[in-house]
């Protein structure tokens, strides 16, 4: 088995495929799928998406500087896709969805009730790219949906959420655990 070159489009996959919220009323709060989406510093916490400014939510990103990632399940797959192939200017998403805003505890900006994991942010600037702008933010806020939190490590399980990965224009169910940061050097028991 060798590797050989491959298309120079081809990307880091798998990423998770997010649901990123924005606006800074109800009347103008909307959703739009992201999978260019990760952490970039862990003091202070910091993550990026990145848009393509033709979207429908880009200037309202743009505007407010502020947005929440919305990490996505296997139950939200189909919502999940329709808010990335359709335009906020042509439908209300959370009509057509049925996912559930719920004000946002240090944002303007809604999170999404359906969500596992809802993480709050502030941009602190704005990297023009090419197809896609970077939005380099600040978390400011976590919500996580208590059902997925252990009680007593108060860590929140992952695996149990179902959550969802794109990898090159496909959608996968994350499985189980196969280890955990360090495992690979404790000692044997």
Known sequence: MGKVSWKPGTMIYPLPAVLVTCGETEKEWTMLTVAWVGTICSDPAMCYISVRPERASYPILERCMEFTINLTTKEMAHATDWAG????????????????????????????????????????????????DMFIAEVINVRADDRYIDPATGQFSLSDANLMAYSHGFYYELGQMIGRFGFSVQKKK
Request: include cysteine.
């Open 85 to 132: 192939v359709r335009s906020g200017r042509d439908y209300d998403k959370w009509k057509e969805t049925g996912l559930t805003p719920i004000k946002g505890e240090k944002v303007a900006c809604p999170t999404i009730e359906e969500s596992p994991l809802s993480i709050e942010c502030r941009v602190k600037s704005i990297q023009r790219l090419g197809t896609h």
